[in-house]
């Protein structure tokens, strides 16, 4: 490209002449392309290290006159074309006109003005970008882009130089960060180091300062991890990988793509190395902190900020602290955290104005507002500006009808109403929500108190001691949304809210009285838009309704049940991406009962989109984040009782129903809603604290439990015992009191003294800090979460191979996470088997494919989800050998193997008469644990219809605590062992071998695992016999009439499914069936009859021939080992009940044959078969739609 022309003071320094003439040079770099030898790759290190521009054009072209020794640059280029382009333009336009010109002077200058005229012409489309990125920054953009094979719409953010360490030399270089990528660069002597991460592939990312990696920043991904140190600013660096790391979580979370802010205000100068970009990025991370700070909505704008210092009347002195000045609000917080905070609406301003100044009061500005209040603030760096620029804000407020008024519940709802209208027979637009509704105007609290006869006892004077304190202070310190917030209200807050003021005081701190006021008839036109159709929401909502604490009196009638629909309803239709979640209706129906419709709506508002974040979603993210938080806390606070609590997996447990509904559904309501009153002032933090708290009350007793159970009960009988000895509220009866067991109450705890105790041993907590916890939490749990779902394979198999017969609409839930929405059946599932499995056994194949369908079919709803189906086929692909023989070996056994499959009698008669449910593949303790009760509760119930009444009540006590055991242990089913595995007999190890013999007859070693499973089939029919002898201790069991009449399996097993005409492979079926022949198959029981005597004999001759004789064919074609129909039938030998062997001896049996042990290990390559799946797929549309057409033309 053509540059501004540039002095160049040594031309041939570093560089290459490869063509000249009397005007112009053309000059390579050195280093760049072949040889070069030392002197390049120390030329080529410079540059990378240097960041020279050289790197990203190699090639120049220089402008000398005569003899003169001083040369201007006017070209560069990143390829040889490109310069060549621009060397053959000057020949060619040049050349001719420079040659008439006398004076080298007029050369120069005719040259210089030419170039600078072409570059004038070329940015004249490219102004608006000159004016945002600098020139050396769009450099090191195309650098970026060259280096790494960017495409042009990835944009850089920022550049930085440092080292990164591969093992343990450090390469200098630099890092890359753009809004996709992480990339460094670097060349040292001719090596090149070249990385590549996206954000998206981010698990960690933290910063270091160690003796091996001073000041370094390391980034873990799902398969390794990167180190980089030696930064210039590793804090500046390190806060931009954060933002990043977030921006890609945030767009994996709602699947958006980025999008820059362009309604920034321009910089006042472009700075040299900052893109507008980066100016974007820094201007969200302060309004992200500003929006936090001070509690205001997602589209609230930061326009500056500045020190001041505030005049405070009711401290009589000035606070030092920082003016912050948005398109709305005016805020104002101390720099002693706690001390003072301000917000005050512009919507509330009335005169603004500069004051005089004096020695004691230099540069004031007065604010006054319409309620009355004036705020004073003083030592303003730029008076006059900030003046200006609220004045301009204020221009662009619109006129509110609110007036600040002290108590928004008496505000009327009149004015914030849509007027009913409509022709004459339709039914007006507020027959849903009218003003006239008793919860439009009232609590739910108030409305059924007020009959109530008013108490006079010590609680009711306690309560009344409260409102007269609020009173105070509001006369103090304000009231209403400019209200100055201080320590005193902090005290205030944890001292209790008086139930009068509740709703008022938690609209004001969670900032949702803001939002209330700048959207009159928000709610009520969200009411009429989504009431009366039906969603998955309102399904849902509808299921919920009357769970949501039924105790309570205000919601076992249809008054506080319609309030409570239409609140769900109407914010399930303002957020359909969150729509309603489970907990959403805990939460609500506390926040009606203190106040109206619309505060609680808009206090719903502000719980699910500002202070718990992606908590109430389908996949319940936010409260997954902080769950990692507490136990990151906890191993912090508490590390003693965090290793044991790990070991018991309590933690996860416990900390999502704590923090989804704020300890409202596990603490009496009384004591809970003390907490929400703490948690809406300081926020998520008081819940951390509280939480640890309780933990830490308990942390003697947690030490000496043994099981997860235990632990559970004692954390909920003491979180069922904090009580609020002050409330003036009857009591309402506690649904987790069901947890207290024994004679004697235990001790009661005051919710009072628990909260201060939090404050006292947890109060260093800061929001900052936890807000740092989240963002690495966050990176773990999306990650987690997007591992699981695999959503670009799971639509890609759903589009591609779901049948004809059934379209995925009609299997489609959307309410369930995504891997579960959709589901296939048995046929679909053996389609995709037989087109993905590594299992493949020829025209058995269908039958191994049901049998894994069977297994993965674990509610036995006849389908399975994608979760199911991956699980299957990652088990087969990559699975280490003991995995893919566990999964073998579970193929085989019930339920896998169905009824219809094993061919053996008994082995049908006792899979359909035992009165015992099958027990499903991969049982955990758990499940045993559930089968020993329910039999152990069927003894019972026969011994207690004869025992006495006492007798009884024992049985229940111990069956209840058996069920709390069982209720505490689902949550986390222990892994199975392969120990667990149940045995294998007889019957079932025979169709192990044959599927293993057909697997095997298509793969290049046939004969070699041919040999193999034949040694391994003997070696493990002679393990089942002599454990029978062992089990049995030498001596005859008593013969079991169902065993002789089960016939045994029938020689067709020892087939194979797939017959060679050559001998090869009958060999090999030989080998295999002089292995099962091995078996000792037993004659049946001593017969009645002589026919009987005669069929028994005649077979048994069959039965006793040699193995070294027996040959496949005489199997196959002679013996009979099933009774034939009709009257011809003949008594075959029946396996042996008592052989059995276990997953431990089929494995280290696998593992003496080298050819099984490659097999099994041999791992599978899944993207090999879904390319052919689409080759085949492209094909059989290709010829359906040619035959298609060619039938469409016969038929015309």
Request: charged share 25%; proline share 4%; with cysteine.
């Amino acid at each position: 490209m053509w540059i501004t022309p540039e002095e160049v003071l040594l031309a041939n320094a570093l560089w290459v002449s490869e063509r000249a003439n009397p005007f112009f040079i053309l000059q390579r770099r050195k280093g760049h392309g072949k040889g070069g030898g030392i002197t390049g790759l120390l030329v080529g290190t410079m540059d990378v290290v240097l960041d020279s521009s050289a790197r990203v054009a190699p090639y120049r072209i220089l402008h000398q006159t005569g003899d003169s020794q001083i040369f201007c640059s006017i070209a560069c280029g990143s390829s040889r074309k490109e310069i060549t382009e621009h060397w053959e333009w000057l020949e060619t336009n040049l050349l001719q006109t420079l040659s008439i010109f006398d004076n080298n002077e007029d050369i120069t200058t005719f040259v210089k003005g030419k170039i600078s005229g072409i570059i004038a012409e070329e940015n004249k489309s490219k102004a608006a970008l000159e004016d945002e990125d600098s020139g050396k920054f769009r450099e090191a953009e195309l650098k970026m882009r060259k280096l790494f094979g960017m495409p042009g719409e990835e944009k850089l953010v920022n550049y930085y130089s440092c080292s990164y360490w591969k093992g343990r030399v450090p390469r200098q270089g630099w890092v890359y960060l753009s809004v996709n990528h992480l990339c460094f660069y670097s060349l040292l002597l001719g090596k090149e180091v070249t990385l590549v991460v996206q954000w998206t592939e981010v698990t960690r990312l933290e910063k270091n300062a160690t003796l091996l990696f001073p000041e370094s920043v390391r980034v873990s991904t799902r398969h390794t991890e990167h180190y980089f140190s030696m930064f210039l600013n590793v804090n500046d660096t390190f806060k931009l990988m954060e933002q990043l790391a977030t921006i890609a979580m945030r767009q994996l979370l709602d699947n958006e793509g980025f999008a820059a802010d362009h309604s920034l205000p321009k910089a006042c100068k472009t700075l040299k190395n900052v893109s507008a970009l980066k100016r974007d990025l820094d201007a969200r991370a302060k309004n992200e902190r500003y929006r936090a700070l001070f509690r205001l909505t997602q589209d609230e704008r930061l326009d500056g900020h500045t020190d001041c210092t505030l005049w405070t009347p009711f401290a009589k002195m000035h606070i030092v602290g920082q003016l912050f000045v948005s398109n709305n609000y005016i805020c104002f917080c101390s720099r002693e955290e706690d001390l003072c905070q301000l917000i005050i609406p512009l919507r509330e301003v009335s005169i603004v104005e500069k004051a005089d100044s004096s020695s004691v009061l230099p540069c004031p500005v007065s604010i006054s507002t319409k309620n009355k209040m004036t705020f004073l603030f003083a030592n303003l760096k730029d008076r006059d500006f900030l003046v200006q620029r609220i004045s301009d804000f204020l221009q662009r407020t619109p006129e509110s009808g609110h007036s600040g008024s002290p108590s928004p519940s008496t505000t009327p709802l009149s004015s914030s109403l849509p007027t009913p209208t409509g022709a004459a027979g339709e039914p007006s637009q507020r027959r849903h929500y009218s003003p006239s509704l008793p919860t439009a105007t009232q609590s739910l609290l108030r409305i059924y108190q007020k009959d109530a006869p008013e108490e006079h006892g010590p609680k009711a004077t306690k309560e009344k001691m409260k409102e007269e304190s609020w009173n105070i202070h509001f006369l103090e310190f304000g009231r209403g949304v400019c209200m100055y917030r201080t320590s005193k209200t902090r005290e205030l807050v944890l001292n209790g809210i008086p139930e009068s003021l509740r709703g008022e005081l938690w609209l004001l701190f969670s900032g949702a009285q803001n939002e209330m006021d700048t959207h009159p008839g928000y709610y009520a036109e969200r009411v009429e838009q989504a009431m009366g159709r039906c969603t998955l929401a309102t399904e849902e909502i509808e299921r919920d309704l009357h769970r949501s604490m039924p105790e309570h009196h205000a919601f076992q009638n249809e008054m506080g049940i319609a309030a409570l629909r239409r609140v769900l309803t109407a914010y399930a239709c303002r957020n359909p991406g969150i729509g309603y979640c489970q907990a959403m209706n805990i939460v609500t129906s506390v926040l009606l009962l203190y106040c109206t419709e619309e505060e609680a709506f808009w206090l719903l508002v502000a719980l699910c989109e500002r202070m718990l974040p992606d908590y109430y979603n389908t996949r319940v993210v936010g409260a997954l984040v902080d769950q990692g938080v507490f136990e990151e806390l906890t191993r912090a606070c508490l590390p003693f009782l965090y290793e044991h609590m790990q070991e018991l997996g309590v933690i996860s447990t416990i900390s999502l129903s704590w923090f989804l509904t704020l300890f409202l559904s596990v603490m009496p309501f009384d004591s809970a809603v003390l907490l929400v009153d703490c948690f809406f002032y300081e926020g998520i933090k008081v819940i951390f604290q509280v939480a640890l708290a309780v933990l830490h009350a308990n942390m003697d007793t947690l030490l000496d439990c043994n099981d997860e159970g235990e632990a559970m009960t004692i954390l909920g009988r003491y979180l069922d015992n904090v009580v609020n000895k002050q409330t003036v509220s009857p009591p309402i009866p506690h649904l987790h009191a069901l947890l207290t067991s024994g004679n004697e109450p235990p001790p009661q705890i005051d919710v009072f003294q628990l909260i201060k105790s939090s404050c006292e041993k947890f109060g260093s907590l800061r929001a900052d800090v936890i807000e740092q916890m989240r963002f690495h939490q966050r990176l773990k749990v999306i990650q987690s979460l997007e591992d699981t779902a695999k959503r670009s394979v799971a639509k890609h198999i759903m589009s591609c191979y779901w049948g004809a017969s059934t379209t995925a609409a009609e299997r489609h839930d959307p309410s369930l996470p995504y891997l579960e929405q959709y589901r296939i059946d048995l046929g679909q599932f053996c389609q995709l088997f037989g087109a993905l499995g590594t299992w493949l056994c020829g025209t058995h194949t269908a039958t191994l494919a049901a049998r894994l369908f069977r297994l993965l079919d674990m509610n036995k709803d006849g389908l399975i989800n994608f979760k199911e189906f991956v699980t299957g086929l990652s088990g087969m692909y990559h699975g280490d050998m003991t995995e893919k023989l566990k999964l073998l070996y579970n193929l085989h056994l019930p339920p896998a193997l169905c009824p219809e499959e094993a061919e053996s009698a008994l082995e049908a008669t006792q899979f359909f008469t035992d009165d015992t449910p099958q027990e499903p593949p991969f049982l955990s303790d758990l499940d045993f644990l559930v089968q020993e009760v329910t039999s152990g509760e069927e003894v019972k119930e026969a011994e207690d219809a004869l025992g006495s009444g006492d007798a009884e009540e024992k049985k229940e006590v111990k069956d209840y605590k058996y069920y709390l055991r069982m209720w505490a242990m689902e949550n986390e089913p222990k892994k199975e062992t392969i120990k667990d595995l149940r045995r294998m007999n007889q019957e079932q190890f025979i169709e192990l071998c044959k599927t293993l013999y057909n697997m095997f007859s298509e793969d290049p070693l046939e004969q070699e695992l041919y040999h193999a499973i034949a040694t391994v089939a003997s070696l493990l029919l002679r393990i089942g016999e002599v454990g029978k002898k062992f089990t049995n201790n030498g001596a005859n069991k008593p013969t079991d009439t169902t065993n002789a009449q089960a016939p045994a399996p029938a020689a067709e097993l020892l087939q194979p499914e797939k017959e060679e005409p050559n001998g090869e492979s009958s060999s090999g079926q030989s080998l295999v069936c002089r292995a099962l022949a091995e078996a000792q198959l037993e004659t049946l029981p001593q017969q009645t009859s002589d026919e009987e005597v005669k069929d028994d004999t005649s077979v048994s001759s069959y039965s006793m021939v040699s193995t070294g004789s027996l040959q496949c064919e005489d199997i196959a074609d002679d013996t009979v080992l099933i009774g034939c129909a009709g009257d011809q039938q003949r008594q075959g030998s029946i396996l042996d009940g008592d052989w059995s062997i276990t997953f431990e001896q089929v494995l280290a049996s696998m593992l003496t044959e080298p050819p099984l042990v490659d097999y099994f290990e041999k791992k599978g390559d899944i993207q090999a078969r879904m390319s052919i799946c689409k080759m085949q797929r492209r094909v059989e549309r290709q010829v359906s739609s040619s035959s298609d057409h060619e039938l469409a033309q016969l038929s015309t």
